[in-house]
C-alpha cells in the first residue's frame, strides 16, 4: 500500500490565487457583459513586455542553439558563470556588498527556492513568520510536516506568528521567543511595508544572537524609492553569517512567465547538525540544486544577463517606474474614497483597510461586483490579513487610471 504525504491533508483550500481565480471564473461566467469591462488587480503578474534588451538577447540565443558549434545542451545546474559574475558584480560588488560569484545560484523562481530551501534545513527548526505573509513560507512548511493543524482562524500549531499591524507599520519585530529560522520579506508582500536600517539590524542581531538562519526574500528590491532603506540584507554587518537573499527577476525584468531568479548562499553561514556542530549550508545547497534541478534553460539566462547591459538597466527603470506610477494613481484613488492605505512607494502592492463591517472577502466580493476590479483579500495572506485587501499595480496605465476612478467612486 503506497501512503501520501498527510501533511498536504492540512492545508487550508487552494492556493490563494487559483482561489481567487476559481471565484472570479463564477463570476464572469454569470456576468459576461461585467467580464468586458473586469481589470485584474489580484495576483501580481507583470502586464508589459519583455524589455527590448531581453528580447534581442533571447533572438541571439535561440540562434545559437541551432548551430552545431554555438548549440548548448545541459548547463551547469547553478546557472553560467557569467550571468552569476553579471549578478554578484551588479547587485552586490558595486553597492560594496561581499558577495562571491560562486555565491549565487540561479534558479527558476524565488517562489521555488523558498520553498525547496527546506530541503537543506533541519526538521526540528522553531518557525517565525509574519502575518501577514506570503502564503508559499506557510504553506511549504505544511507540507514539510513542520507544523501542526491550522485553527479556525487558518493559523498553524508550532509556527511562531510574527504580527505585523498598522501599529509596528507592517515591519515584525524579533519575538521574545527564540526561533531558528526566521523568514522576512522587504519590500514586503502583501503590505507594501519596506523594513528600515534599525529594523534589519535588530534581526540580524537577533538571528546572530539565536544562531538562527534569516530567509530574506528581496524579489521586490528594485521598487525601492526612499532613501536609506536597505536594498539587501548584506548592507547589514553580520548578515553574512545569518541570512540567505532571495531575489528574482519577474518583477523587474517581466520575467514571471519566463522564469529566472537567484538566491544567495554565503560560504560563511553555518547551522547546526543533529549533534550540535556547526557546518556550512553552501555545499548542501550545491548539492541539492545539482541533483534535482538541472539549471534555467541557456536562452533564459541569456535573457536575464541582458538586463545588466546599460541599455537592459535603462529598460527595466523604465518599467518600475510605470508599476509605482500606476501604483500612485491607485493610492490616490483609495484615499480619495476615505480608506486608509499604505504601500504603494517602496513596491508595486498598496494594502488597504476595509471599511468598518466589510471583512476582507466581502470587500473582495463588493469590488468584484460593483467596480469589476479584482483585488486579493487580506486574510489570504494570514489572520492578521483580515480586514485588509491587496491591490496589485501590475497593469496598463490605463487600466490603473480607471481602477483607481472605480475605487474612488464605490460606495460602501
Ligand atoms: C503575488 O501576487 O503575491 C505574486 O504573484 C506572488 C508571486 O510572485 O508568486
Redesign the pocket.
Known sequence: MAFLNDNYLKLKAGY??PEIGRRVKAFTDANPDAAKRLIRC????VTEPLPPAVITALHAAVDEMANRSSFKGYGPEQGYEWLRSAIAENDFRAHGLDVADDEVFVSD???CDCGNILDILGHQNRLAISDPV?P?YVDTNVMAGHTGEADANGAYAGLTYLPCTAQNGFIPEPPATPADVIYLCSPN??TGAAASRAQLEAWVKYALANQAVILFDA?YEAYITEPGIPHSIYEIPGARECAIEFR?F??NGGF?GTRCAYTIVPKTLLAATTSGERKPLHPLWLRRMTTKFNGVPYIIQRGAAALYTPEGKAQVRALIEHYLGNAQLLVAGAKAAGLTVFGGVNAP?IWVGAPAGYTSWQAFDKILNEANVVI?PGSGFGSKGEGWF?V?AFNSRANAEEAARRLHSLKW
Open positions: 490563494l490565487f489580484g495576483i501580481g503578474d523562481g524565488s517562489k506570503y508559499v508582500n502583501p524579489a528574482s519577474s518583477k514571471t502592492y486579493t491587496r496589485s
